[in-house]
Antibody, heavy 118, light 112 residues
Framework: EVQLVESGGGLVQPGGSLRLSCAAS????????MHWVRQAPGKGLEWLSV???????YYADSVRGRFTISRDTSKNTLYLQISSLRTEDTAVYYC????????????WGQGTTVTVSS | QSALNQPASVSGSPGQSITISCTGT?????????VSWYQQHPGKAPKLMIY???NRPSGVSHRFSGSKSGNTASLTISGLQAEDEADYYC????????????FGGGTKLTVL
């Protein structure tokens, strides 16, 4: 079964950092295009970042320079390092698969919650 | 403010059809066929319903269909069922420097 399971969320103070993980099963993260998307409480979806199968990475303007997407193919896991956190970064963070880079995200994780508060 | 414009809410009775619009620009919806639609029930992850404007993933009901005209994409749900009540989001690739993916603000579908 194709599945994504996120972890690593939690409560962090403004200015702090976290590393979110997204463990994949049923497919190889290194062979597909992988995205991170977030959803603030009561709000819509916001695209954050993508890593290509070849390793190239792209970011939304709102997080470029603060967030870093990466992967470990030996662990079949995707990561999102989030730093210099602001209260407006409070959200559920989802990882998702894009099998053909056509921006249709066909498999999503269950999400991990990040709360930025003092 | 979201990059793509969707109505905040739509409603319909069981068995009826509804259409949700999603308006963008020539840099996104109008310029590319990378439009997707997602269904999200409360507390759940989004689910891909339509990709490449008109294509349904395996397992998605034929009651869901997508289309595009100019800078506006549409999702039509026919034969409304109670379980269709959810939030729906459109999404598109946007030609931006260097790259962007944009979402609509979401539409709450109520089945009366």
């Amino acid at each position: 079964e194709v599945q994504l399971v996120e972890s690593g969320g939690g409560l962090v103070q403004p200015g702090g950092s976290l590393r979110l993980s997204c463990a994949a099963s049923g497919f190889t993260v290194g062979s597909d295009f992988m995205h991170w998307v977030r959803q603030a409480p009561g709000k819509g979806l916001e695209w954050l970042s993508v890593i290509y199968s070849g390793g190239r990475t792209y970011y939304a303007d709102s997080v470029r320079g603060r967030f870093t997407i990466s992967r470990d193919t030996s662990k079949n896991t995707l990561y999102l390092q989030i730093s210099s956190l602001r209260t407006e970064d409070t959200a559920v963070y989802y990882c998702a698969r894009d099998p053909e880079l056509r921006y249709g995200l066909d498999v999503w994780g269950q999400g991990t919650t990040v709360t930025v508060s003092s | 403010q979201s990059a793509l414009n969707q109505p905040a809410s739509v409603s319909g009775s069981p068995g009826q059809s509804i259409t949700i619009s999603c308006t963008g620009t020539s840099s996104d919806i109008g310029g590319y066929n990378y439009v997707s639609w997602y269904q999200q029930h409360p507390g759940k992850a989004p689910k891909l319903m339509i990709y490449d404007v008109t294509n349904r993933p395996s397992g998605v009901s034929h009651r869901f269909s997508g289309s595009k005209s100019g800078n506006t994409a549409s999702l039509t749900i026919s034969g409304l069922q109670a379980e269709d009540e959810a939030d729906y989001y459109c999404s598109s690739y946007r030609n931006s420097s260097p790259l962007d993916v944009v979402f609509g603000g979401g539409t709450k579908l109520t089945v009366l």
